[in-house]
């Protein structure tokens, strides 16, 4: 088959041959027909993280599965799938809790790749625990949730990440109630979800951040109530002016970057919530006062892919979209083929797209 694979940190992704292993128990096959770019991706083959190369990353698809291990039964050959990096065992203290996303097994695809290069047989990296910039994956089948038929598997791919993400740090990880303020800091392909789900909890208003006008429209199309430039004038005394003299009930910081990290400390109410799901590169630090925290009463809560609980989540998102209640469509701002995959993440990284898809 055909993958991407990172090389060097901050070079372009190479198209090569690569083999890969049959599904093991437990574990599935799954032909992609679409896999979303998303800036995690981008970090990781830039080395904002760090790692091990060569890699295949990717980590946002959909497709139809092909073949399944010993043990499996909640998918079967033949049924489309939103494929997600979630391994969740179902059986650990974590899983136990309902926290899927913080499960703590150990799995045999965590300690062996399934990929190795064709040309001269060297194990490539199964990045993101998916290697989705590739015509196939094979996946722990935890990682897979079957969807109806009818859902066009290019937009259903933006569910396993950005959707998944960005709605559920609203729903999930806040419990965001109507009639709560929300702030959204960075309206990309996460932010926008963070949008869609504060408005489909009837939260007000809802406030929308981002330094680019494009971005600031697409929020208001998604939701929101107000877009601002946060380099532009006094948020802080913007909200009041909107929310009847209060700051917001949540921020969620949707983008890695320091300056929106910090912002968002300062446009939360007494009792409010900064919920941080952007992933910064390593190193980037926020600051805050604790004493004040401590005094207001304040939260700051790390959000993990929303919280999500795969086989609640994705379901309901679908029945959301079906129902014309969600957008997926219009998140889509490309498409593109797997050979055209470094012009796609260039876009991505510009700040030219929401979402570009890789299709197959």
């Not at 809790?97 to 290069?117: K, N």
Request: contains cysteine; proline residues 4%.
């Amino acid at each position: 088959m055909k993958a991407a694979v990172c090389r060097a940190f901050g070079q372009p992704l190479v198209i090569e041959d690569v083999d890969l292993a049959a599904p093991r128990a437990g574990e599935i096959r799954v032909k992609l027909a679409a896999c979303a770019i998303c800036h995690s991706d981008i970090t990781y083959a830039a080395g904002g993280w760090g790692g091990t190369l060569p890699a295949v990353y990717g980590h946002e698809a959909s497709g139809v599965v092909e073949e399944v291990g010993a043990g499996v039964s909640h998918v079967r050959p033949g049924d489309h799938v939103v494929v997600t990096l979630i391994r969740s065992c179902g059986h650990c203290i974590e899983c136990a809790r309902g926290s899927q996303v913080l499960c703590e097994a150990v799995f045999p695809l965590d300690e062996r790749s399934p990929l190795t290069s064709r040309a001269t047989g060297e194990t490539l990296v199964h990045g993101l625990r998916t290697a989705a910039f590739a015509e196939y994956v094979v996946v722990e089948a935890s990682q897979a949730v079957a969807i109806p038929k009818d859902v066009p598997l290019d937009a259903a791919s933006l569910i396993a990440c950005g959707v998944l993400t960005g709605l559920g740090a609203v729903t999930n990880t806040a419990g965001t109630r109507a009639g709560e303020c929300v702030v959204v800091i960075g309206t990309g392909g996460v932010g926008l979800n963070s949008v869609q789900g504060a408005r489909l909890v009837g939260a007000s208003p809802i406030i929308a951040l981002d330094l680019s006008a494009e971005k600031r429209a697409a929020a208001l199309a998604f939701g929101a109530t107000h877009a601002f430039d946060p380099r532009e004038g006094d948020i802080a005394a913007r909200i009041k002016e909107i929310n009847n003299g209060r700051l917001a009930d949540w921020v969620f910081v949707t983008v890695g970057a320091k300056a929106a990290l910090d912002q968002a400390n300062g446009l939360m109410k007494r009792g409010g919530g900064v919920v941080v799901v952007g992933m910064p590169a390593s190193g980037v630090m926020g600051s805050y006062d604790p004493g004040w925290f401590a005094s207001d009463g304040q939260k700051i809560l790390g959000s993990k892919m929303g919280s999500a609980r795969i086989r609640i989540d994705v379901p309901r998102i679908v029945d959301l979209y079906r129902q014309g209640r969600l957008k997926l469509d219009e998140l889509i701002t490309a498409r593109y083929e797997l050979s055209e995959i470094n012009t796609a993440i260039a876009a991505v990284a510009r700040g030219e797209a929401l979402r570009n898809v890789i299709v197959f």
